[in-house]
């Protein structure tokens, strides 16, 4: 076909159908999303066991005679090294307080569960280190076949939540 011009001039094309869409894809299996790994996590029941009995170790007599009470707020921290420690300076109190913080920190984060073991295997040295020093005065006095007639009830409340926040799981 000519134009007025003398250009050719294409037929005009059959219109075509639009081209076919393609399917659409089948459907994702929707598998459960991966759950994230929570920042914060309630304590077990032994853990609270171990934090309370740490805690409370503050408020119980360490050492129990009928002459002498102590709690950990009425003995210094250089007694656990120095029998002859005087009296003032920071007191075992403080000491107490910050492992029983530390081992409820390192309960409630994943994250930390390595301060929540150390903590425990602290609360338990310390008793220990009261006790070996108690008998180091005793001896000195003479009086050491009382020994375990002086130790309070707040050593062995110390001691046992430090063993159970050492050895308890946090997994539920």
């Not at 107490?96 to 930390?112: D, F, K, Q, R, Y």
């Not at 040295?125 to 009830?153: A, C, H, K």
């Amino acid at each position: 076909m000519e134009s007025d011009h003398g250009m050719l001039l294409a037929e005009p094309a059959s219109v075509l159908p639009a081209p076919a869409m393609p399917p659409p894809p089948p459907p994702l299996e929707v598998e459960s999303a991966p759950t994230r790994a929570r920042l914060f996590r309630a304590p077990t029941a032994n853990l609270w066991t171990a934090i309370i009995l740490v805690s409370g170790s503050a408020a119980l007599p360490w050492i129990a005679s009928p002459s002498v009470r102590a709690i950990p707020s009425d003995i210094p921290v250089r007694f656990l090294y120095d029998v002859d420690a005087p009296s003032g300076g920071v007191s075992l109190f403080w000491i107490v307080t910050g492992l029983a913080a530390a081992i409820l920190l390192g309960s409630i984060s994943p994250a930390t569960d390595w301060l929540r073991r150390i903590a425990g295997t602290v609360a338990l040295i310390v008793p220990f280190l009261v006790m070996t020093q108690w008998l180091r005065y005793l001896d000195e006095s003479g009086q050491s076949n009382s020994f375990w007639g002086f130790i309070g009830v707040g050593c062995f409340s110390i001691g046992a939540g430090g063993l159970l926040a050492m050895l308890s799981s946090n997994r539920k």
